[in-house]
């Protein structure tokens, strides 16, 4: 008799948005006449730019020819996307990653679920609460999370790293050491950022204690401040100890057109084996490559007419989270994130738990949001708005809020 993996019954039911679907589902069955909008899931709303547009269109075209038609690609990925990646960002940013430390995907999500597959289940990890949920999830699908514990919202073998707002959103160093790191800058929920000065740490005391750091970069287009890095490898010392996932959906708009990449340095390594090595060895069997046209695709997101119209973009969404944070913070609220980031993180008032108030601004002001303590424990008592709407509903939805 075949036995299946039993780590997945230890999951608890991932209820958030379909929760939040279900209670906004009831409410306009209740109320037809109003007009909900929209700031809580984290998916882009504008189309896909000229450029890539362009770019798909060629290639499908290219597709269709014998010449120039394409097969499976390479399992690394065209070298014409790796290095139009290295050039742009990390060169430019005055770091040397080689085209065969760039392992191109269909998605950050993917590739942060999937790195797992190359560490021993015996090996601790520590997450940032809240915290984006793959991170857990899937290191307990694999059995190294342990039991999850209900009454906490935990699980029992994981760190949890608390990011409060004494410390800006950011972890601190933990007490018990952990042997792998999770890392999200700029942070999905919190939309907190952390500085050059600050990472450095982390990447000193992952190569003090011999932990890896897996390095979620997903938002790292919208960095505005100076002094945050766009990648860990900016850190002295990070090629030795840090993987960095990245993502074409929050830059370019990939989320349904799905395209990312992982950098694993060459000088990573563990009892002399390259992690580098392990990676490659599991995306070449696991793995057939992210279809040509959409590499094209991520081409041209690189192109002068690609990075000036995806700029745009980022700037139409900061545009609507700068209207968030200080329409928010005007209306009396704490309030963070927004600045380097698309997610605009607000405490709730002193009575409300975070679903109270998701009740409450759904109710009073027709606008849906997401509870913070859908990203865990350390979210209760938070919300998070997202600036990923049109200019106009955001805008609406803050006065909303303002009259509340
Ligand atoms: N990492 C973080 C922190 C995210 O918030 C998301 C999506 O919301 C992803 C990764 C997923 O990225 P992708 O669409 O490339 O799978």
């Given at each position: 008799m075949f036995k299946i993996n039993e780590n997945y019954l230890k999951l608890p039911g991932s209820y958030l948005f379909s929760d939040i679907g279900k209670k906004v589902k009831e409410f306009t069955e209740a109320n037809p006449d109003k007009k909900i909008i929209r700031l809580g899931i984290g998916d882009v709303t504008l189309p896909l730019v000229p450029a890539v547009i362009e770019a798909l269109h060629k290639a499908t075209d290219d597709m269709a020819v014998k010449e120039t038609f394409k097969g499976y690609a390479p399992d690394l990925g065209y070298e014409f996307l790796r290095s139009a990646i290295g050039e742009n960002d990390f060169k430019k940013r005055g770091v040397d990653i080689a085209v065969d430390e760039i392992f191109i995907s269909d998605g950050a999500k993917s590739d942060s679920g999937n790195i797992g597959d190359i560490f021993d289940a015996d090996n601790k990890i520590a997450v940032c609460d809240p915290v984006y949920p793959v991170y857990v999830d899937t290191n307990a699908m694999e059995g190294r999370a342990g039991n999850y514990l209900p009454e906490q919202g935990k699980w029992s073998n994981v760190i949890y790293m608390p990011c409060t707002k004494e410390t800006n959103f950011a972890p601190e160093l933990p007490k018990e050491e952990p042997d792998i790191i999770y890392l999200c800058f700029p942070?999905?929920?919190?939309?907190a950022a952390i500085n050059k000065t600050e990472l450095q740490k982390w990447v000193d005391y992952a190569n003090k204690t011999g932990a890896v750091i897996i390095y979620?970069?997903?938002?790292?287009?919208?960095i505005s401040e100076e002094d945050v890095p766009h990648s860990i490898y900016e850190c002295d010392g990070a090629k030795t100890c840090a993987i960095e996932i990245r993502s074409f959906s929050k830059n370019a708009g990939f989320t349904g057109t799905r395209l990312g990449f992982t950098v694993i340095p060459k000088e990573l390594k563990c009892g002399g084996v390259m992690l580098n090595s392990l990676w490659a060895r599991r995306h070449g069997t696991k793995f057939n490559g992210a279809p040509y046209i959409i590499q094209a695709a991520g081409a041209a997101v690189y192109t002068e007419e690609g990075k000036r119209q995806t700029k745009e973009q980022i700037a139409y969404y900061m545009k609507n989270a700068k209207v968030i944070r200080e329409g928010l913070t005007a209306a009396g609220y704490n309030v963070s994130g927004?600045?380097?980031?698309p997610y605009i993180w607000l405490e709730t008032p002193k009575d409300m738990t975070s679903w109270q108030f998701f009740d409450y601004l759904l109710k009073e002001a027709n606008v849906v949001g997401t509870p913070g303590s859908g990203f865990g424990p350390g979210g209760e008592g938070y919300f998070r708005l997202t600036a990923f709407g049109t200019y106009e509903n955001t805008l609406e939805a803050i006065e909303r809020i303002k009259k509340l």
């Open positions: 942070n999905n929920p919190t939309g979620d970069g997903a938002y790292e287009a919208y927004g600045v380097n980031a």
